[in-house]
């Protein structure tokens, strides 16, 4: 009976470990942050619970200029995840939040990262 209780809990161990991830699906098998960095250095993550129909893009904070690997930690004027030409604007009464618009026109709503 012991052995069994024992199995039961390593089991629901790994289950409950492998069942947290805290990265998003990039599409490429991977599971990473996805990050896009402003000139400034400030890091921008995408906040998925966000609507960005809710929110009034203002001023431009960068424009990406390159498109790392999923893997990597993008620098200044970079992305993980959204293509080159995306545009990240600072969002109009919310301080810390900023929306990216890709070139095909999709929007999402990025969350200032604490560095």
Known sequence: MKKILVTLMLISQFLV???????????KGGSYQILAVSESGDFWSLDSNEDPESYEQDKLIVTINKKTEPDETPGNGQSNYYDEGTKIYSVKGAEGLAMAIEPSGEKSILRREDN
């Open 17 to 27: 470990i492998s069942a947290c991830g805290n990265g998003a699906d990039t599409g």
